[in-house]
């Protein structure tokens, strides 16, 4: 990654041992190709895409990760941070494991969700990662299961 970017302070005030999932923001202006492991060849349109994540191992090294990075490619969402940041993040803290949760609360909300990403470890789950040509705010659902706040991302 090339970009600088400048960590949110509210993620960096996480502790370092601090659980519970996301939602990733990314807004694409053209269309990006990705290869995704054994999904193969995706082509991302342009417009909004949400991804949804958990960390039960630490929040703030997750997130950290994603925002600046992955120095090797590891799950399907690197293939994504690899090339462009997210603009927007929705954490929400906790000891449960809420991915599907969120992952219902945002398909609700999407268009399309890109079939298999991200879910590979969830036999529940269509997908974590989803499509919408709108912006879309998601503070007031995820504010209901605890601990939740959203975070800018800034590209210096």
């Not at 991804?51 to 399907?76: E, Q």
């Not at 269509?126 to 706040?149: P, W």
Request: proline share 3%; glycine share 8%.
């Amino acid at each position: 990654m090339n970009h600088s970017v400048k960590i949110p302070d509210k993620l960096l005030e996480l502790p370092s041992s601090a659980r519970g999932a996301y939602v990733l923001e990314f807004h694409l202006t053209k269309k990006m190709k990705i290869v995704p492991g054994r999904l193969g060849e995706k082509v991302l349109g342009k417009g909004w895409y949400y991804y949804v994540g958990s960390a039960m191992n630490g929040l703030r090294g997750r997130l950290t990760r994603h925002i600046t990075g992955p120095r090797k490619i590891h799950w399907h969402i690197d293939y994504i941070t690899y090339k462009i940041q997210p603009v927007r993040i929705w954490v929400v803290r906790s000891e449960k494991r809420l991915e599907s949760e969120l992952v219902r609360v945002v398909s609700g909300r999407c268009a399309v969700a890109i079939a298999g990403f991200g879910c590979s470890d969830s036999r529940e789950d269509i997908s974590h990662l989803f499509y919408s040509k709108l912006k879309i705010n998601f503070v007031t659902e995820l504010a209901c299961y605890g601990q939740a706040f959203e975070a800018q991302v800034v590209v210096r």
